[in-house]
């Protein structure tokens, strides 16, 4: 389901020199991780590398059994969708920020877009492109768009369940 419900954004750390930083005050319980992506050349691979790192410092990774594994894999799809939407659709990502706190992991891609992603109605499996947001909307608990104050701009979020 798509929503465009607030949610407020972690605290604002600096980034280090990689441009990847960790969130001084993480949700209750948990963590986040942003990587600056402003002009990064290889936004969708470095998005995935920087998010696998993440899952492994939580434990996600290596994958103790075959549910653990298709959940990592399934977080690291949606980084990808939802990276490559920016590149494609929004003049490029600004920052990624992955967030963990209790059963919930939450992905957030800022970009300076205006448009609002959603699935292509009706969904045609089968012809090229176009399944990025069907996919995000299929793996995800709840995902959403939050506009930027002043209407340039906007955080697109999705969350996913932790394995059990």
């Known amino acids: 389901m798509s929503t465009t419900r607030p949610y407020p954004p972690p605290g604002e750390p ?5 441009g990847a930083s960790v969130d001084a005050h993480p949700p209750a319980g948990g ?63 600004e920052e990624l920020r992955v967030s963990f706190a209790g059963k919930v992991l939450r992905l957030e891609v800022a970009d300076p877009g205006v448009g609002t992603p959603t699935p292509r109605t009706p ?12 996919i995000v909307q299929r793996l995800c608990l ?14 697109v979020w999705a969350e996913l369940a932790a394995p059990a």
Not at 14 to 18: L, M, Q
Not at 124 to 133: C, E, L, N, Q, S
Request: charge should be negative; include cysteine; hydrophobic fraction near 40%.
């Open 14 to 18: 600096g980034p280090d020199a990689d």
């Open 31 to 93: 963590q986040v991780r942003r990587l600056r992506l402003v002009g990064a050349s290889g936004a969708v691979p470095r998005a995935r590398d920087f998010t696998r790192q993440a899952l492994q410092d939580w434990g996600w990774l290596p994958a103790a059994t075959a549910d653990h594994r298709a959940a990592a894999e399934d977080v690291l799809l949606v980084v990808s969708e939802l990276v490559t939407n920016a590149c494609l659709h929004a003049d490029g990502p």
């Open 123 to 134: 969904h045609r499996a089968g012809r090229p492109g176009g399944h990025g947001m069907f």
């Open 142 to 155: 709840d995902w959403g768009v939050v506009r930027n104050e002043g209407g340039e701009g906007k955080t």
